[in-house]
């Protein structure tokens, strides 16, 4: 059959979310806003086999890279079978990236052997109980009170507002102070961040977000916001996070009060992976995941013969 991956635009949010809502797992990547923001960046389009859904992105190297299939499981036995012949059509040996175990093992079932699976930790998603950060009960927890204390105390006229069409512009002038305080144009990784948050933003009523921002006192401005949606049934994803540094628990309190507000009715918050970054993991790790989503990298097991 003939396999043709295009790119990603606004208006095919119904039909790929008419996929990815069969796909029941906790991972933050296979949403439509994270894939349509970041799509640019990583040059990741998608196409339509055999009744399932599968997105096409590129290696270092340059050689092509799909995720598995979503879809009914007769249908992604046959879409993985055309996707076999394609990276065979494309002379290019077969790779998969964000594979959950559950999608190995379906791999393992009809193809022993063939396959290996190598995860990779620094792509791991952090998953939260709800209601431990809101109410962030418990010993392991006390530092992270004490940085919301300080924070009440320094600003005893904060709000917290849920971001609308009349203050998202608020929002916006705080991330370009935040992106140049952080220098963003001169550290790639930053300027890409940076660039998703401005258009989270911007497209905020396209992509069906939800935010929440923080005020030191009703007329001031932003000092910190955040962005996520709805990921499945049971957990909410949080895909942006933003805050002053210098304001003493900034931070911690724009992370409470949208878990309180936004995902309260979820059993879990995904706050995403730390990629590594040392920072990232240890403030990632301080508030006490109940388990991380391992996504991995499928080749060939060239072992096996």
Same mark, same amino acid.
């Given at each position: 059959?003939?396999?043709?991956?295009r790119?990603i635009?606004?208006?095919?949010?119904?039909?790929?979310?008419s996929?990815?809502?069969?796909?029941?797992?906790?991972?933050?990547?296979?949403?439509f806003?994270n894939?349509?923001?970041w799509?640019?960046? $990583?040059? /990741? %389009?998608?196409a !339509?086999?055999e009744?399932t859904?599968?997105?096409? &992105?590129?290696?270092?190297n340059?050689g092509?890279?799909?995720?598995?299939?979503?879809?009914?499981?007769?249908?992604?036995?046959k879409?993985?079978?055309?996707?076999?012949?394609?990276?065979?059509?494309?002379r290019?040996?077969?790779?998969?990236?964000l594979?959950?175990?559950?999608?190995?093992?379906?791999?393992?079932?009809?193809y022993?052997?063939e396959?290996?699976v190598?995860y990779?930790?620094?792509?791991?998603?952090?998953? $939260?109980e /709800? %209601?431990k950060? !809101?109410?962030?009960a418990?010993?392991?927890?006390h &530092?992270?009170?004490?940085?919301?204390?300080?924070?009440k105390?320094?600003?005893?006229?904060w709000v917290?507002e849920?971001?609308?069409?009349e203050?998202?512009?608020?929002?916006?002038?705080?991330?370009l102070?935040?992106?140049?305080?952080?220098q963003?144009?001169y550290?790639?990784?930053k300027?890409d961040?940076?660039?998703?948050t401005?258009?989270?933003?911007?497209?905020?009523?396209?992509?069906?977000?939800?935010?929440g921002?923080?005020?030191?006192?009703?007329?001031s401005?932003?000092i910190?916001?955040?962005?996520?949606?709805?990921?499945?049934p049971?957990?909410?994803?949080?895909?942006i996070?933003?805050?002053?540094?210098?304001?003493?628990?900034?931070?911690?309190?724009?992370?409470?009060?949208?878990?309180k507000?936004?995902a309260?009715k979820?059993?879990?918050?995904?706050?995403?992976?730390?990629?590594g970054?040392?920072?990232?993991?240890?403030?990632k790790l301080?508030?006490r995941?109940?388990?991380?989503?391992?996504?991995?990298i499928?080749?060939?097991?060239?072992h096996?013969?």
């Open positions: 059959m003939e396999i043709s991956f790119k635009e606004l208006e095919d949010r119904e039909l790929l979310c996929y990815l809502k069969q796909k029941p797992y906790r991972s933050c990547d296979l949403v806003a894939i349509y923001l799509s640019r960046k $990583y040059r /990741t %389009e998608f !339509i086999v009744n859904l599968v997105f096409c &992105g590129f290696q270092e340059g092509p890279s799909i995720t598995f299939p979503i879809g009914e499981q007769e249908q992604i036995r879409a993985l079978e055309a996707m076999f012949a394609w990276f065979e059509k494309q290019a040996d077969f790779h998969m990236h594979v959950q175990e559950k999608e190995f093992d379906l791999l393992e079932q009809w022993p052997g396959f290996e190598a990779n930790r620094d792509a791991a998603d952090y998953v $939260y /709800t %209601e950060l !809101i109410s962030l418990g010993k392991k927890l &530092g992270k009170r004490n940085h919301i204390n300080r924070f105390e320094s600003n005893p006229n917290y849920p971001i609308t069409s203050n998202v512009e608020d929002c916006f002038q705080m991330a102070k935040w992106r140049e305080e952080m963003c144009e550290d790639l990784e300027r961040e940076i660039c998703v401005l258009n989270a933003l911007r497209l905020m009523d396209e992509l069906q977000l939800q935010g921002l923080l005020r030191s006192s009703p007329d401005e932003v910190a916001f955040t962005i996520g949606e709805p990921l499945n049971d957990t909410f994803v949080v895909h996070e933003k805050a002053f540094a210098e304001i003493q628990g900034a931070y911690p309190m724009i992370n409470q009060q949208f878990a507000h936004a309260a979820y059993q879990y918050v995904n706050r995403e992976e730390d990629t970054a040392e920072g990232l993991r240890k403030a301080s508030y995941p109940a388990f991380l989503v391992e996504k991995g499928v080749t060939i097991n060239k096996m013969k």
